[in-house]
């Protein structure tokens, strides 16, 4: 019997981490991306325990390992002074996985190896998907490549792990286009001094309309650096290159160590920072992950960590499933796994939306702010991020 069929839209990290959960369990794999090569954009991120567990699990732990840093602490700072507001360390989230932190490229890098090594997983590039048909035995796609040739690939199921602008999404009926926030991104990677290994420290600076986050990254060898501003408009393109006078005002006006590591960046690029509220996750044969079905502002870093979590429940779905109803099971199992991820993923939303406009609080409203969270102390931190970082897949 021919091993069950998956077509994923698009390669980044839920794709990918979906790709090699499924294979790993004996499913068929098809990832077509439809940029003409693999790769990701971005600085860092951070890799909390919620998404390391999934990874681990894929046998991918070591690699991420040897690739990432292990988060000792956060230190969250006033903007203005670098006073500190509150204090958590990070070695205490969680339940047997470390918080790590690591460049984006380097985790796509590490899943595109473990992709490429699985015999289950075909690999193709320069085809986007346009259409989408279903009937009662699976969904056969119309790809298009750029100069416009066609093409069909028939599979079990369609997983659209195609980002915010999601052609998935459009072909389960949403067509609401993504919402500008007001915010824009600016990241960049800072090479530390002598190419000394930095310490294991997630800093956040809260200031009025601004904020802005360090760690390391790079086996501490470099720092990743992201200053996220106010903005009138939204520019186009998914990243720009930004130019550094347009942020000398902000940080003219910063604590001297986050000026310091701001103007030693040898290069900015922006994103302006989109929303959209969450999807159905499912629609008969036609799954979404990631910011697919659930877009993250950047005030939680849970966008990767979700998108993993996501690859981890829909290949548990979909093998308990089929395992027991065989093809005929898949729309249940899709089912299935949008409701065990919808009111995780609106949590998770909200909750970031809710932490940047607390982030960017203008005087007197930062009194009570700082008062509140020099209150929580250590473990009061702690406890209010426990549903977050201590999910684990169900056995």
Not at 29 to 43: D, S, W
Not at 134 to 154: H, K, P, R, V, Y
Not at 291 to 320: C, K, N, R
């Amino acid at each position: 019997m021919s091993a069950p069929h998956i077509l994923i839209a698009g390669s980044g990290i839920g794709g990918l981490t979906a790709a090699i959960a499924l294979a790993r369990r004996g499913f068929s794999v098809t990832v077509a991306e439809k940029r003409t090569g693999f790769g990701e954009t971005g600085a860092g991120i951070q890799l909390s325990p919620n998404a390391g567990h999934v990874l681990e699990a894929l046998d991918l732990g070591l690699a991420v390992k040897r690739a990432s840093v292990v988060a000792e602490r956060l230190v969250v700072r006033r903007w203005q002074d670098g006073s500190p507001l509150a204090e958590m360390p990070m070695t205490a989230v969680g339940s047997g996985t470390p918080f790590r932190t690591i460049r984006r490229t380097d985790l796509h890098t590490l899943l595109l190896d473990a992709a490429r090594s699985l015999r289950g997983i075909r690999l193709i590039v320069g085809r986007g998907l346009r259409d989408i048909a279903q009937n009662a035995d699976g969904i056969t796609a119309t790809l298009a490549t750029e100069a416009g040739q066609l093409e069909t690939i028939s599979a079990l199921a369609l997983v659209g792990a195609d980002g915010l602008w999601s052609r998935s999404r459009e072909l389960i009926g949403d067509n609401a286009p993504p919402v500008f926030t007001g915010y824009e991104a600016w990241r960049t990677l800072v090479p530390n001094a002598g190419g000394r290994a930095a310490p294991g420290v997630v800093t956040l600076h809260l200031g009025p309309g601004r904020h802005a986050v360090h760690y390391p990254v790079s086996g501490g060898r470099e720092t990743n650096l992201v200053v996220i501003r106010e903005a009138k408009e939204a520019r186009e393109g998914w990243s720009r290159d930004g130019e550094p006078g347009q942020l000398a005002a902000h940080l003219t006006k910063a604590e001297p160590v986050l000026h310091k590591l701001a103007t030693a960046a040898p290069r900015w690029l922006v994103w302006s920072l989109f929303d959209r509220p969450p999807a159905a996750m499912a629609q008969g044969r036609i799954a979404l992950l990631g910011d697919a079905a659930h877009p993250v502002l950047p005030f939680m870093a849970q966008g990767a960590a979700l998108a993993i979590e996501d690859a981890g429940v829909l290949t548990q779905e979909l093998t308990v499933h089929l395992q027991q109803g065989g093809a005929a099971a898949l729309p249940a199992a899709l089912a299935a796994y949008a409701t065990a991820r919808q009111d995780r993923a609106r949590r998770v939303q909200a909750t970031s939306r809710s932490n940047g406009r607390a982030y960017h609080l203008e005087w007197p409203w930062t009194i009570a702010r700082n008062f509140a969270m020099r209150r929580l102390g250590p473990d009061g931190m702690r406890h209010r991020l426990d549903w977050l970082y201590d999910w684990r897949l169900q056995a």
